[in-house]
């Protein structure tokens, strides 16, 4: 097995992504020999009381509704296909909808992925641009 390099450059995926639709910034980093993403930032509900933490109300498992979105964990069991660039076979859990889709990631440059979430086989999937953002910006929420 070889050890993997994540020192922040042109092939590190480490970092904060903010979504293609603008709702939300995940945190992505390294979990062993894999990838992890939290939600770090979330662009404020109309439908949320102010001050409310917002809470994953979608998900389809009744015991995990009350769990807070800030920190949930959302990007999981990635591994490399060999490119440093492209993550494969891993999983992306969507809280607006409940659903867990298979997915890909291909770092197309230091400021942008290319997330591909698919069910079954990526022909039949969705691509998302993210692009890196920052904290001033997007400040990391607590939950």
């Known amino acids: 097995m070889t050890s993997i ?11 904060r ?3 293609e639709n603008g709702k939300g910034v995940i945190a992505i980093a390294p979990c062993g020999d894999s990838i992890c993403g939290k939600i770090d930032w979330l662009q ?6 102010a001050g409310q933490i917002p809470r994953d109300k979608n998900n389809h498992d009744p015991a995990m509704r009350q769990h807070p979105i800030c920190g949930l964990e959302i990007i999981y069991g ?13 999983n992306i859990y969507d809280p ?16 942008h992925l290319r997330l591909r979430g698919y069910v079954g086989i990526p ?7 993210w692009t890196r ?5 997007y400040p990391a929420c607590r939950a």
């Open 5 to 15: 390099g994540w020192t922040q450059g042109a092939t590190d995926i480490s970092g």
């Open 17 to 19: 992504w903010l979504t």
């Open 44 to 49: 404020p509900r109309a439908n949320e009381p």
């Open 78 to 90: 990635f591994r490399r296909d060999g490119d440093p660039q492209h993550w494969i076979e891993g």
């Open 96 to 111: 607006e909808s409940g659903d867990t889709y298979h997915a890909n990631i291909t770092l197309q440059d230091a400021n």
């Open 123 to 129: 022909l039949f999937g969705e691509s998302q641009i």
């Open 133 to 137: 953002a920052n904290t001033a910006t």
